[in-house]
């Protein structure tokens, strides 16, 4: 069962990154991998999710389940409302709908990190692997993890292609995942 839902899991992570995969360098690429590894995760721990609801691992993994939706609420609401997304933006076809956005945004979320919704992935991921720890779910997270900087390293390369000095000013005076820290 585990395995098919992988594969239809697959299937759709697929087509929404059909775009970016013949492109290794996109950030859409490496977030179509993470998107794999988190998946993988998922489908690993999904059998532990309510076992021992209070024991620590538990509590850690579901404080980072519910955390993880505050950056990509705020994420996704400050690209739609300020970053005047449009559907022919021609410089990177690849790029999803919400992603094309033609303002650069430094306000609210963006104001202290560049990359909220990939910061929201991570959550999600550490909160999965928090779920039944294990090695093979370690290896799992911190591969995703290390997709998700890349993503995150490939998208600041097109922000800067798109947006120039402006974006690497922006670079200067906000984070990249973790507001202060890193």
Not at 21 to 34: E, K, V
Not at 90 to 117: A, C, N, Q
Request: aromatic share 18%; with cysteine.
């Amino acid at each position: 069962m585990e395995a098919w839902i992988f594969v239809l899991g697959s299937a759709a992570i697929i087509f929404i990154s059909r775009k970016s995969l013949g492109s290794p360098q996109s950030h859409g690429f490496y977030r179509f991998l993470a998107w794999e590894c988190i998946l993988g995760l998922f489908l690993l721990n999904v059998r532990f999710w309510c076992v021992q609801p209070l024991a620590w691992n538990q509590v850690i993994a579901w404080t980072l389940l519910f955390v993880c939706l505050i950056p990509l609420g705020f994420g996704v609401h400050f690209l739609r409302t300020r970053g005047k997304a449009v559907e022919k933006r021609e410089s990177d076809p690849s790029l999803l709908s919400f992603e094309k956005t033609t303002e650069l945004v430094t306000s609210g979320i963006y104001k202290y990190i560049r990359h909220p919704l990939y910061c929201s992935l991570l959550l999600l991921t550490w909160g999965i692997f928090f779920k039944h720890i294990t090695l093979t779910a370690a290896t799992l997270a911190v591969t995703a993890t290390i997709f998700l900087v890349f993503t995150a390293k490939a998208d600041e390369a097109e922000c800067t292609r798109f947006f120039g000095s402006q974006y690497q000013d922006y670079m200067k005076r906000s984070k990249m995942f973790i507001p202060y820290i890193f």
